[in-house]
């Protein structure tokens, strides 16, 4: 069974020993619970480019333009119409014959929502934690000259950089996000963009920045280095160059969903916990 009890920001802060007092003093700044509003509006609201969205009163559903992926974004359960909700979705998956995402929240309600989509079929995933910077108290880190180049991701050639490097980094396809990439390259978008460092003639750090003109979030998403460039501070120089990005296309805040080997690298950079989220995959 899942843990999903809510901790305080400050109490976790104060565990993490000479990093905390970064993140501590911007938790005092920060208000977190006007934040989850946001997020909870926006997880039911603004689709990304080349999303469609489908909202009910319970549920917010998500899925690409040509179909290949979905996820619920949202939900708004009470213990007498969870199961009935859950059983709904999981029927009208199993119809198209797809593997859908349902994006699970500390918060969200029931509080036993994980372990009643486990048993309706879903597969819980490995938590991960949320954490947000506010960029309109943005610490000076963001600012300061680094000694790595960050480039953004502008052609094909670059887009093939990304891949190669994504894919040794997570050990796992990354052709969709390439072609998601590449799609808004060629569109002129600025609201999916990739990043990176090169060395020699290989991307050896990465990462993505989603915005959008409605939302107050920039998304940090599949940010990563490979093993033997680690420790340099490459990693840290796409976050910045990603936070200065984010605030130049209107965003006031940062997110992420930060994996164990992220959050004390985030978390010693100011970044402050929201919650805790998990993937719950519904396979066809």
Known sequence: MQDRREQDPLEAARGWGAASRNALSFAFMI????????LDLERRTPAQE???????????RIRSADGSHHMISFSALSNDTADAVVAEQVAHYRALGTEVEWKVYGYDSPADLLERLERHGF???????VLVLDLHNRPNWIDEPSAHQVRVVKN??????????????????YEFTADE???GIRKGSTQH?????????IAVSIGRLYTHPESAF??????????????????RATVAARARDAARFGARYLIVDALPTSRPILERLGFVRLTDTWPCILKP
Do not use: C, W
């Not at 080349?50 to 917010?60: F, K, M, R, W, Y």
């Not at 597969?123 to 934690?129: A, F, V």
């Not at 094909?156 to 396809?173: G, N, T, W």
């Open 31 to 38: 208000d977190l619970e006007s934040i989850r509003r946001q």
């Open 50 to 60: 080349g999303q469609v969205l489908e909202a009910s009163p319970h549920i917010s």
């Open 123 to 129: 597969e819980i995933g490995p938590r991960e934690t």
């Open 156 to 173: 094909a050639h670059q887009v093939d950089l990304y891949r190669r490097a994504a894919e040794e980094i997570f050990e796992k396809s």
């Open 181 to 183: 990439l590449l799609s």
């Open 193 to 201: 963009r990739g990043y990176m460092v090169i060395d020699g003639n």
């Open 218 to 235: 920039g998304g940090l998403y599949g940010g990563g280095t490979l093993e033997q460039h680690r420790g340099r501070g490459r990693y």
